[in-house]
């Protein structure tokens, strides 16, 4: 684990942010409102660079089991990089913030930050866990028992401005900070992120291999027996 210091190169990240005005090689203009972090998992090749990215904005570490994203390896049937972050859901959608214990709820989306925040002095942390099983999306973790509380992901938001930093580090362009409502025809588009890696692997298996498992001789999927999209897609 390798310790910098936060004040100079953060900063010196923040100040190239402000000059571009926008986000990736295209210099997209940042989204207004209820914003999200979007994942192109085709496009992930596993370096973890986000991982750090985001553990040293919030950290000053290069420790990527303090980032908020997370990427994890599943067969499709090649090993694959399935990245998860949280989506920010919609008000009917936070199963997290509805499985919290505590009222008022320690894991909640905070209307004027426009992202989900965590009361990190008052929660029961990884001996709870009730949100993180809750996420759809495997979008919550904790790392006991120095940070012991509800990571997730903020947007790296800072004094009002978010400017999440993962997706200016991806060196594949894997990643996408959109609007919740990019899709006119959708009320939110968080729903189309929000599925565990073991649901987003069993579609990209179907996508890249459609001849299925039992073709290569598989007879068990390695994936989650609880997963849901799989269950559908039986």
Same mark, same amino acid.
């Given at each position: 684990m390798c310790h910098t210091p936060k004040n100079r190169l953060d900063e010196g990240a923040d100040e190239v942010k402000e000059e571009k005005g926008g986000w990736g090689v295209d210099n997209v203009p940042y989204p207004e409102g209820s914003s999200l972090v979007c994942t192109r998992d085709l496009l992930c090749v596993g370096c973890g660079i986000c991982e750090l990215a985001c553990s040293f904005h919030h950290y000053g570490l290069l420790n990527r089991e303090?980032?908020?994203?997370?990427?994890?390896? @599943?067969? #499709?049937?090649? *090993?694959?990089?399935?990245?998860?972050? =949280?989506?920010q859901?919609?008000?009917?959608? @936070? $199963? =997290?913030?509805?499985? =919290?214990? !505590?009222?008022?709820?320690?894991i909640h989306f905070d209307s004027e930050k426009k992202h989900m925040d965590v009361d990190t002095e008052r929660c029961l942390g990884h001996d709870c866990g009730r949100c993180a099983e809750a996420c759809g999306g495997d979008a919550i973790h904790f790392y006991p028992p120095e940070h012991d509380y509800a990571l997730v992901c903020d947007l790296c938001e800072k004094a009002g401005t978010r400017r999440p930093h993962c997706m200016d580090a991806c060196p594949r362009q894997a990643l996408e900070y959109m609007s919740a409502r990019t899709y006119p025809f959708l009320k939110d588009a968080? %729903?189309?992120?929000?599925?565990?890696?073991? $649901? /987003?692997? $069993? !579609?990209? %298996? /179907?996508? #890249?291999?459609? !001849?299925g498992w039992d073709s290569l001789g598989v007879t068990d999927k390695p994936?989650?027996?609880? *997963? @849901?999209?799989? /269950?559908?897609l039986d």
């Open positions: 303090l980032s908020r994203i997370k990427i994890q390896k @599943r067969m #499709t049937p090649v *090993s694959k990089s399935i990245q998860s972050v =949280c989506v859901c919609g008000p009917d959608e @936070r $199963e =997290c913030q509805k499985a =919290c214990p !505590l009222d008022p709820p320690v968080q %729903h189309l992120w929000r599925i565990g890696a073991d $649901e /987003k692997a $069993e !579609l990209i %298996h /179907k996508r #890249t291999y459609p !001849l994936f989650s027996e609880g *997963s @849901r999209r799989a /269950k559908r």
